[in-house]
């Protein structure tokens, strides 16, 4: 089993980045995917999650201004960051659980997997 996220980077504040996470090794198709960031010092925050019944949803902190989306041909879920702030800094990780609907409420370890995150950083 793999996640494997890619597209982070430097930008400055009020720019775009997405990023992108590869999945293999699981059935994808039947899998709800999440983004989570852990800024330096705090603990790991859930950010957006895309689900099996295709319903998606946002932290309020990013509602508005990040688009979780996925390509299910290609294994592969996104995460679509707009007007970027500095208080987005952090690691970006992609998570899968199996079967997981909008009307589950998880914890970090709750997930079945984890990828090793990619580092997005928003300059003033």
């Known amino acids: 089993v793999m996640l494997v996220e890619s597209g982070g980077g430097l930008v400055q504040a009020g720019g775009n980045l997405t990023l992108s996470c590869a999945a293999s090794?699981?059935?994808?198709?039947?899998?709800?995917m999440s983004w989570a960031r852990q800024a330096p010092g705090k603990g790991r925050e859930w950010v957006a999650g895309i689900y099996v019944d295709e319903i998606t949803r946002y932290a309020e902190s990013v509602q508005g201004r990040f688009t979780i989306s996925r390509d299910n041909n290609k294994g592969t879920v996104y995460l679509q960051m707009n007007n970027l702030k500095p208080e987005d800094t952090a690691i970006y990780y992609c998570?899968?659980?199996?079967?997981?609907?909008?009307?589950?409420?998880?914890?970090?370890?709750?997930?079945?997997?984890w990828g090793q995150g990619t580092q997005v950083t928003v300059s003033s």
């Open positions: 090794g699981f059935t994808f198709t039947a899998s709800g």
């Open positions: 998570a899968a659980k199996h079967k997981l609907r909008a009307s589950c409420l998880l914890s970090n370890s709750d997930y079945d997997y």
